[in-house]
């Protein structure tokens, strides 16, 4: 049975009990403890049924890789399901429960399935689900989805909050290990700014419970010093408890932060996520040990060696009282050392070798009175919910049994893989290595950042180096090399401290225990523990033709489980290797994929949720503007006025009220919201000149110009008015919704495809309140605050000038969206709200009126202009609205040239702009489809055109519309059909679409 012993623990605090319950049941740990050394302390050796038969799993590793002991913890608004107990820190009133089971852990259903598995091999689902064809819907689905899943999803808010956290530095180390704290030493030392993170709560890695000599003292005190050490320095940053979690371009890394997991009632946030911005990125991830392949290795009570060893030296905690260890290399023997020197018993060791003579490690464990058995294997393990006993066989046999090991626990190792998922989330490339049977980082082919070089450097085991002294000399070496190319120099008396060396036997590749298993054992032999993936599914799948590595993987679903393959790749691609009579090699890997471990969606999320999810975005006037009326309308993250009732007035009396005043005398609209975006450089010209399909390069500094967007499809996304700053410098108006995301589509073709050009661009929509002042009286309010000529051969239309008003500095645009004569000011958003209530004082005698995005709207439709989101859609060019004026035939090339000539772009068939007009002086129904002759085939009225925008125009004093139209501008003065919704059809005659002022007086006078 597993239990606590007396000797060993050197992370508990033996002091503060600690109380928690599994399943109900309550139970006692130790301050220190993780959720698993404390079920195993109380003899929990079952803790989980795997997904497909529902087997009995127990606990295999001690960190990350663990596929099995995933739990439910906690409960309400701190529930959190398929949280791993080999990485849950202990504390008092932990609540836990076991997954994937009913109705008990102990007596479970589903385990039915493991009679089935003849009926259930990989890739069952793909074959057995297709027929016949009715049963889908009633029978295979409700049963999939009923059985699909691990854990429970949370039915309450989450309690807690989280935080996002961004952070710079020259180096940045992953891994507390000594390769991690030695590479993070030398780094500081050289006088770079370095960042030390390591993802448990202790410093040391592995090194503590291994052992060794570092400079004639104990490998703890050495790892001591160095935290002390490292502790004192200003440019050092040490964080524990801090994953890495993945590695992206341009030395940028995401870390994951538990920040009190251990302790729930701390106040703060519970997760953090680091945002790091490094120069460099030295991964020190260790490694992880691979477990053995044979018959019943998924069998509670079988445990990687170095976890069991883990167990009794960091928790003071016996996995059994007899444990069989079965190995292929010579770390395994440490295992069974620190078992024998903690007073338990080791039966035998089976090692799949046959060496010349014994190694340091071999002969330390006989000398304790180990029995050491070469070339023998496990055939078989016994047991249903814990190890009862071994079959021991010959590793060269068939698995023929030549004894049987009464015993509790088996401990196996197959060789250690360096961590190499962050060196590979972007691109760096791996290389096999035969001495340690594993693969490695290849050195000539790292990550490659923006110039060319490498910006990843892997240290210590995580590349391939696994003695302590080679561990600690690499890491050296890496931090010198990282900081010699990032400008450091490091002082020549610091060099790498010397550990004893202790010489090892090699290890001897053993991808199945024994050799030539026979069908029936390899049908009981796990790779994939969690997803139920055995060695003949891997075979089932080469022999299927499923030869890529990525396709065996799906079709089998090895690798796929909540651990991404962590115990479960190499052996999966050695024996589809084996299978395909290649190298592993050749077979190549599954791709690496950020994060290395799974993170919490809080985290992901941070402070963005509740009432900051998506926070509202407010003008200098909002306040002003919600005093005063305003209904508001979500235009992106925007709240804008839709019109300012009055008191007993309805939205369309407002609405009307607004447009007609706005006409007659004078109206204010916020226009803050509007995207400002400015480009600047040498280049800047060129570059307007690729975005708009207009010829920007020659507008003259004081020039405005009106200009249109289109993607690379050729598709219009956004339009507005470019003003010219000086020979350098100009600013991009764009729509409300647009501005965020025209920055960075600007961005983006700037980064990818006109990197060497120069000109660069910034976002200052919310650095400025813009004003527009429109309609007849729009001059004389501006000429009662002073300050500057607004006359028209002062400040012509498609003009803007840089002054002063009423004292407040401003730049103002001669621009119109509204056919009226009109101003747009721009003034600095602190003093938005003053100028606001300037002008309204100024405009009181002139019937100044504010109006909202709805008036806004019917202006511009009775002047034929278009609004981007109403008359586009995404599948609309400027072709088609009538804007060819507004594209270039100077230029040779701009962003949706080329995909504006394609044949369906030019098709005399697509829908044209053009006005409508009810026969009735009705308002015909937004988004109305046009009705032509006869049927589609599906027995549908043909569509010949749809609407696009529609109002009631109250200066027309009759319904006005926009709409796209088949042949539209060739076929004035017809009159159409429109169905409604309401049961009615509407009829509309093709008109113009500029109802108002078509030569455009009023906005010139």
Known sequence: MS?????????????????????????????????????????????????????????????????????????????????????????DGLEAASQNHWPSLEFDVGAINKHLSRFLPAGFYYKMFIHPRPFWKHVYEPIIRHSAGLGKAPK??????????????????????????????????????????????????????????????????????????????????????????????HGYLLGYESLKDHAPAAQGPRHRLWRIRAGHIITATGAIERPLSFAGNDIPGVMLAAAVRDYVVNFGVSVGDRTVVVTNNDDAYRTAIALVEAGLTVPAILDARVLPEDSILMARAKELGVRVMMGHAVSSVKGGKRVTSVDVCSQAGEGAVLETIECDAVAMSGGWSPVVHLWSHCGGKLVWDTNLASFRPDVN???????????????????????????????????????????????????????????????????????????????????????????????????????????????????????????????????L?????????????????????????????????GDVFQPLRRTPMHDWHETNGAEWEPVGHWRRPYSYNRPGETTHDAVMREVTN?????????????????????????????????????????????????????????????????????LCHTTTG???????????????????????VANVTEQYAQIAVVGPNARKCLEKLGGMDVSKDALGFMEWVDGELGGFKCRIYRISFSGELSYEIAVDAGVGQAFWDALMVAGHDLGVMPYGTECLHILRAEKGFIMIGDETDGTVIPQDLGLNWAISKKKEDYLGKRA??????????????????????????????????????????????????????????????????????DRMGEVLEFPGTDGKTYSAKIVDPVFYDKEGEKQNV
């Open 577 to 609: 290797a084996g299978a395909l009579d290649a190298d592993i090699p050749t077979v190549g890997t599954t791709t690496f994929r950020p994060p290395y471990h799974p993170i919490s969606m809080g985290a992901i999320g941070g402070e963005a949720r």
């Open 445 to 575: 082919h790292p990550p490659i950042g923006a110039d060319g070089h490498g910006f990843v450097t892997a240290a210590g085991a995580a590349a391939g180096f696994f003695g302590l002294d080679d561990i600690l000399h690499d890491a050296h070496a890496a931090a010198d090399g990282v900081v010699t190319t990032l400008g450091f120099k490091l002082p020549v008396d610091v060099v790498s401290p010397n550990a004893d060396r202790q010489e090892e036997s090699p290890l001897a590749p053993v991808w199945m225990m024994p050799h030539g298993a026979n069908v029936k054992l390899r049908e009981k032999t796990w790779l994939d523990y969690q997803n139920d993936v055995k060695v003949s599914d891997v075979r089932l799948a080469a022999q299927e033709g499923f030869v890529s590595v990525e396709h065996t993987t799906r079709y089998t679903t090895l690798g796929m489980a909540t651990d991404q393959g962590k115990l479960s790749n190499i052996n999966g691609l050695a024996t």
């Open 738 to 760: 647009g501005a965020e995301r025209i920055h960075q589509h600007m961005e983006e073709w700037l980064q990818t495809e006109w990197w060497d050009w120069n000109v660069y």
């Open 156 to 249: 309450e808010q989450d309690a807690d909050s989280y935080e996002h956290f961004h952070a710079f530095c020259d180096v940045l180390v992953i891994g507390g290990g000594v390769a991690g704290l030695e590479a993070a030493r030398t780094a500081a030392l050289a006088g770079a700014n370095v960042i030390l993170l390591e993802q448990t709560a202790h410093w040391g890695g592995r090194a503590p419970v291994d052992g060794g000599v570092v400079e004639d003292m104990p490998v703890t005190s050495h790892v001591d010093a160095l935290v002390a050490e490292l502790s004192a320095m200003e440019n050092v940053h040490m964080r524990t408890r801090v994953m890495g979690a993945g590695v992206y371009d």
């Open 662 to 730: 706005t006409r007659t005398n004078m109206g204010l609209l916020d226009a803050s919201t509007l995207g400002k975006i400015i480009v600047k450089g040498p280049d800047a010209g060129k570059f307007l000149d690729m975005l708009y399909t207009n010829m920007m390069s020659s507008l003259k500094p004081g020039k405005c110009r009106y200009g249109l967007m289109c993607s690379e499809n050729g598709f219009l996304i956004d339009d507005g008015v470019v003003a010219r700053i000086d020979d350098d410098t100009f």
């Open 900 to 969: 504006q000539e394609r044949s369906h772009m030019v098709d005399p068939t697509r829908w044209k702009l053009v006005g409508l007009e009810t026969t009735d002086g009705s308002t015909l129904p937004d988004g109305a489809y046009a009705v032509g002759e006869g049927v589609n085939e599906n027995n549908q009225r043909n569509m010949i055109g749809r609407v696009t925008s529609t109002y009631h125009s109250p200066t027309l004093g009759k319904g006005i519309a926009m709409g796209l139209i088949l042949n539209g501008p």
């Open 3 to 91: 239990t606590r012993i007396a000797t060993g623990g050197r992370l508990l605090n033996k002091s503060n009990a600690v109380s928690f319950s599994f399943n109900g049941k309550q139970l006692r740990g130790y301050e220190g403890d993780t959720l698993a050394s404390a079920l195993l302390a109380n003899d929990q050796m079952l803790v989980g049924r795997s997904f497909k038969y529902h087997r009995p799993r127990g606990i295999v590793a001690a960190g990350p890789e663990e596929p099995n002991a995933l739990m439910n913890l906690g409960r309400g608004g701190q529930f959190e399901p398929n949280q791993r107990a080999t990485t849950t820190e202990l504390f």
